[in-house]
T-cell receptor, first 109, second 113 residues
Framework: GIQVEQSPPDLILQEGANSTLRCNFS?????LQWFHQNPWGQLINLFY???GTKQNGRLSATTVATERYSLLYISSSQTTDSGVYFC???????????FGKGTSLLVTP | EPEVTQTPSHQVTQMGQEVILRCVPI?????FYWYRQILGQKVEFLVS????????KSEIFDDQFSVERPDGSNFTLKIRSTKLEDSAMYFC???????????FGPGTRLTVT
């Protein structure tokens, strides 16, 4: 099946710093999504971005489908950005989302 | 904004008991999914459902599991005889089509004792 690798696995930032999270995937995809898992365990949809660039406030994402990677940018980080960020891509069948292991982000005051 | 809802938010059950987890997908969505996340691990796909039948399932989704859309709004996951290793967060999701954005519910935390 399709492989999804995220880096770095862990990241500690001071409030106000910027960061870049990376997601590499092993095959072409129709669906690529970024999620933020908050401390209560909820998965919050950040971006649906199988290709191109999108921005939402302090967050932006870019997917280069031909090179099989996606980047999530967090600017001016806040303590509420803490949590785990997951990248997920669809399987060859198109139904299942395959999740990476996530990047655990801690933003300190 | 429409959202996927799940009940209950937390369920505790004894090993060997049957549990039913409930989900209400977004109303105009046609594809429904269940995922699970064991504490500290990544989210894993269980099953997808379209047009009243299973369209794909993972190796995790064995004979102990079943899904059903009993009416026009609910989508359920049944675990017939729970095991300790079934303890996890279970997420329901829905989408308008294949390869389209999947919207996740808040999850049901299942604890098997």
């Amino acid at each position: 099946g399709i492989q999804v690798e995220q880096s770095p696995p862990d990241l500690i930032l001071q409030e106000g710093a910027n960061s870049t999270l990376r997601c590499n995937f092993s095959d072409s995809v129709n669906n690529l999504q970024w999620f933020h898992q908050n401390p209560w365990g909820q998965l919050i949809n950040l971006f649906y971005i199988p290709s191109g660039t999108k921005q939402n406030g302090r967050l932006s994402a870019t997917t280069v489908a031909t090179e099989r990677y996606s980047l999530l940018y967090i600017s001016s980080s806040q303590t509420t950005d803490s949590g785990v960020y997951f990248c997920a891509v669809d399987s060859n069948s198109g139904y299942a989302l395959n999740f990476g292991k996530g990047t655990s982000l801690l933003v300190t005051p | 904004e429409p959202e996927v809802t799940q009940t209950p938010s937390h369920q505790v059950t004894q090993m060997g008991q049957e549990v039913i987890l409930r989900c209400v997908p977004i109303s105009n969505h046609l594809y429904f999914y269940w995922y699970r996340q064991i504490l500290g691990q990544k989210v894993e796909f269980l099953v997808s459902f379209y047009n009243n039948e299973i369209s794909e399932k993972s190796e995790i989704f064995d004979d102990q599991f079943s899904v059903e859309r009993p009416d026009g709004s609910n989508f359920t996951l049944k675990i017939r005889s729970t095991k300790l290793e079934d303890s996890a967060m279970y997420f329901c999701a829905s989408s308008v089509g294949i390869g389209r954005e999947q919207y996740f519910g808040p999850g049901t935390r299942l604890t098997v004792t």
